[in-house]
């Protein structure tokens, strides 16, 4: 019964294959969110979703793309894998986004990714 | 750029011992700071959080103060134990390019000491 699940929980493949780490929520938030935490443990978000608005970091390259087929679930799409994006993936729901914040983010358990 | 800024990065107490961790943040209209631990190999959790319109929350062993004037709020955790061990992340809402995103301070690494 974990609130929101990702898989896989470790994900292992070479440079420039195109994988996928799925997510799913089942604490009926309306907003999702993907997260990068380094090697150094830095937390940086990735993409925030609800059912008006994506909103992309910046820093994130072209080659992740987020996918939601319903509220409650976001899917990471990542082209072209390269060394620098290993890392943990984490994915996070909550209640209410935007300036009226007043729900916490609930994590995923992570999808270790390693590129070789 | 809108941040949060985290200190220390790492932190060494002996069990029984008070351990506080600071943060600052720079965007003043900021209403939500949350505080996650993180164990290893494990996810972030909230372990508590506090809006705007207080000055200090506890929950049993642990507080948060917040200062909105000075842009600055504190986890503080009392009589720590080694299973405190772990990272801890502060939080606060900040604004950019017209929308609003919980940024993470960069962590402090917490060892309780038996």
């Known amino acids: 019964d974990t609130a929101v699940s990702q898989t896989p929980k470790y994900l292992v493949t070479q440079m420039g294959n195109d994988k996928s780490i799925k997510c799913e929520q089942n604490?009926?938030?309306?907003?999702m969110y993907w997260y990068k935490q380094d090697s150094k443990k830095f937390l940086k978000i990735m993409f925030s979703?609800?059912?008006?608005?994506?909103?992309i970091n910046e820093t994130v390259p072209n080659r992740f793309s987020p996918k939601s087929p319903d509220k409650a679930h976001l899917n990471l799409h990542i082209n072209s894998l390269e060394l620098g994006d290993s890392a943990v993936y984490f994915c996070?729901?909550?209640?209410?986004?935007?300036?009226?914040?007043?729900?916490?983010?609930?994590f995923g358990n992570g999808t270790r990714l390693t590129v070789t | 750029g809108e941040n949060v800024e985290q200190h220390p990065s790492t932190l060494s107490v002996q069990e029984g011992d008070s351990a506080v961790i600071k943060c600052t943040y720079s965007?003043?209209?900021?209403?939500?700071f949350p505080w996650y631990k993180q164990e290893l190999g494990k996810r972030p959790q909230l372990i508590i959080d506090?809006?705007?319109?207080?000055g200090e929350k506890k929950d049993q062993r642990i507080a948060v103060t917040l200062n909105k004037t000075a842009k600055h709020f504190s986890l503080h955790i009392t009589e720590t134990q080694p299973e405190d061990s772990a990272v801890y992340f502060c939080?606060?809402?900040?604004?950019?390019?017209?929308?609003?995103?919980?940024?993470f301070g960069k962590g402090t690494k917490l060892s309780v000491i038996p």
């Open positions: 996070a729901s909550s209640r209410t986004g935007g300036s009226s914040y007043n729900s916490p983010l609930h």
């Open positions: 604490l009926g938030h309306d907003t």
């Open positions: 979703y609800n059912n008006k608005e994506l909103i």
């Open positions: 965007d003043s209209a900021s209403n939500y």
């Open positions: 506090i809006r705007s319109n207080v």
């Open positions: 939080a606060a809402i900040l604004s950019g390019a017209g929308s609003y995103q919980l940024t």
